[in-house]
C-alpha cells in the first residue's frame, strides 16, 4: 500500500525500501572510509528511523564543513538531490528521517520518541511484588531504576534528634506525695502515742513516789533512771530524794515541826541560787560546803559590776590613810567601818588573808579582799599570843545579800511537803 508524505507525494513499499537500502550504504561508506569525498568525515551512530517518515528539509553534506539544517519546508513537487555524489541519484535523507529544528544534523530526538512510543503503549497493570528482606543501602548510592536513566536521588540529611520530654504523670506524682505524707503522718501519730506512753507511765510513777514516799535502795535506783522532782522553783528541779534528805538534816538539827516544810522549801531553793553562782563564776567543786562559801563570797564582793562603787570607797580611804590621816577619821568620813582589837594569830589569818601574817610591826597592807568586804589593816604590836591590829572595813553586797534579794523574787512547788 502507498505511504504518503506530507506535501502529497506518495511512495509504494519497494520505493521506500530502495531509499531506505541507499541510505544504509552511504553510512557505511561513511563509516569504513571509502567515500569519495577528499576528507573524510566521522561515522554517526545508525539511528532508528521512525515508522512514519515526516517531511523535513534537505541536509547538504559540504566537503569540509558542516551545514546547518534548514528548517524551511520543500515542496513536494521539486525533490532535492544529493550535491556531488558519485552514487547513483538517491532521494535526500531528509525524507526519510523524521528531523525536527535540532541544534546540530544527523541528531534525533530520541527521548521525545520513546516518551511517544510509551504513550502509544498501554500501561501494562502494577502487580505487588512480595517484600523481600534487602539490606539498606547507602544514603551517598544513586538508586537504579528499571528503565530509563537512572535517577539521583538527594542525599538524605538526618534530621537533629529532638529529646522528648520525660513524660509527667500527675496523677502518679499525687499518688506518691499522698503516700509520701500519709507515711510522715503515721510515723507522727505512732510518735505521738509513744509519747503519751510515756508521759502516763512517768506520772504514776510519779504520783507513787508523792503518795507513798518509800525510801529503799531499789526505789532510789529507779530515781537515777527515771527522776522524780520534790521541788521545781525558778531556778530549776531537786530531784526527790535529795529535798527528802535536806528535809532531814534540818529535821536533826532541830528545826521545828510545824514550820519544817516551809525551812525545807527555802533551803533547797536557797541551795539552787548557790549551784547557779557557782556555774556563773566558773568555780571548781569542792567537798566541802564552808569552803564553796568563802569562794563563792570572794567571787561576788569582787565582781566589779556588783561593787563598783565599795571598790571606789576603799581606794579613796587608802589615799587618804597614806597622806597621814588616821584610820578612824578617814573611815568615818566615807561612812564605813573602823576598830582595834586583839587577834589570835589563827583568827587573823582566817579573817585577813595569810598576806597579814607577812606584815611587820606597824606595817599597813594593800586592799584586802575577804567574803565579808574590803579591808584595810595595819599591825599596830603583839603581846604574847595575841597580835593587835587596826583596820577599815567597806561592806559591799555580800553572798549573803544576793541570795536574800533572789530568795524574794523565787517560787517554788513543793510536790512532797
Known amino acids: 500500500m502507498p505511504k504518503s508524505l506530507p506535501g502529497g507525494i506518495n511512495y509504494?513499499?519497494?520505493?521506500?525500501?530502495?531509499?531506505?537500502?541507499?541510505?544504509?550504504?552511504?553510512?557505511?561508506?561513511?563509516?569504513?572510509g571509502r567515500s569519495e569525498k577528499k576528507k573524510s568525515v566521522a561515522a554517526k551512530p545508525a539511528v532508528v528511523l521512525p515508522a512514519k517518515p515526516v517531511a523535513a528539509s534537505v541536509i547538504n553534506f559540504p566537503k569540509t564543513e558542516k551545514t546547518v539544517l534548514n528548517t524551511t519546508p520543500?515542496?513536494?513537487?521539486?525533490?532535492?538531490?544529493?550535491?556531488?555524489?558519485?552514487?547513483?541519484?538517491?532521494?535526500?535523507?531528509?525524507q526519510f528521517l523524521g528531523v525536527k529544528n535540532q541544534p546540530a544534523p544527523l541528531e534525533v530526538d530520541f527521548l521525545e520518541d520513546v516518551k511517544k512510543e510509551k504513550l502509544a503503549k498501554p500501561e501494562a497493570p502494577i502487580t505487588k511484588q512480595p517484600k523481600k528482606n534487602k539490606k539498606p543501602m547507602r544514603d551517598d548510592k544513586p538508586l537504579a531504576t528499571e528503565k530509563g536513566p537512572k535517577i539521583i536521588q538527594p542525599r538524605a540529611v538526618a534530621e537533629p534528634k529532638i529529646a522528648t520530654p520525660p513524660r509527667v504523670d500527675l496523677l502518679e506524682d499525687i499518688k506518691n506525695e499522698t503516700a509520701?505524707?500519709?507515711?510522715?503522718?503515721q510515723m507522727a501519730e505512732l510518735f505521738a502515742i509513744l509519747m503519751m506512753i510515756s508521759l502516763a507511765f512517768y506520772l504514776l510513777i510519779s504520783l507513787y513516789f508523792f503518795t507513798f514516799k518509800p525510801n529503799s535502795a531499789f526505789f532510789r535506783s529507779v530515781a537515777r533512771v527515771v527522776p522524780v522532782p520534790g521541788l521545781v522553783s525558778s531556778y530549776g528541779f531537786v530531784e526527790f530524794y535529795q529535798y527528802l534528805d535536806l528535809k532531814a538534816g534540818l529535821q536533826g538539827k532541830g528545826a521545828p515541826e510545824d514550820?519544817?516544810?516551809?525551812?525545807?522549801?527555802?533551803?533547797?531553793?536557797?541551795?539552787?541560787?548557790?549551784?547557779?553562782?557557782?556555774?556563773?563564776?566558773?568555780?571548781p567543786p569542792t567537798d566541802s560546803a564552808a569552803t564553796l562559801l568563802n569562794e563563792l563570797g570572794k567571787a561576788v564582793v569582787s565582781d566589779k559590776e556588783i561593787n563598783a562603787a565599795a571598790f571606789s570607797t576603799i581606794?579613796?580611804?587608802?589615799?587618804?590613810?597614806?597622806?597621814g590621816i588616821n584610820f578612824e577619821t578617814a573611815a568615818a568620813k566615807h561612812g564605813a567601818k573602823s576598830a582595834k582589837e586583839l587577834f589570835?594569830?589563827?583568827?587573823?589569818?582566817?579573817?585577813?588573808?595569810p598576806g597579814f601574817a607577812s606584815l611587820s610591826d606597824g606595817a599597813m597592807s594593800?586592799?584586802?579582799?575577804?567574803?565579808?568586804?574590803?579591808?584595810?589593816?595595819q599591825k599596830v604590836g603583839s603581846s604574847g599570843e595575841a597580835i593587835e591590829a587596826s583596820y577599815v572595813l567597806v561592806k559591799p553586797k555580800t553572798l549573803s545579800d544576793i541570795v536574800d534579794e533572789r530568795l524574794l523574787k523565787a517560787r517554788a512547788i513543793n510536790f512532797v511537803q
Open 180 to 185: 509520701k505524707k500519709s507515711g510522715l503522718f
Open 74 to 94: 520543500v515542496p513536494a513537487a521539486a525533490p532535492a538531490k544529493l550535491p556531488t555524489a558519485a552514487a547513483p541519484h538517491v532521494e535526500p535523507i531528509s
Open 344 to 353: 589570835a594569830p589563827d583568827d587573823a589569818v582566817k579573817k585577813f588573808g
Open 12 to 32: 509504494s513499499e519497494e520505493q521506500l525500501a530502495k531509499k531506505r537500502a541507499v541510505v544504509l550504504e552511504f553510512l557505511e561508506k561513511q563509516k569504513t
Open 315 to 323: 581606794r579613796k580611804i587608802k589615799q587618804e590613810i597614806a597622806t
Open 259 to 283: 514550820s519544817l516544810a516551809d525551812i525545807a522549801t527555802s533551803a533547797s531553793v536557797e541551795w539552787q541560787i548557790l549551784e547557779q553562782l557557782a556555774k556563773y563564776y566558773q568555780l
Open 366 to 377: 594593800s586592799i584586802i579582799v575577804s567574803s565579808d568586804g574590803f579591808y584595810i589593816v
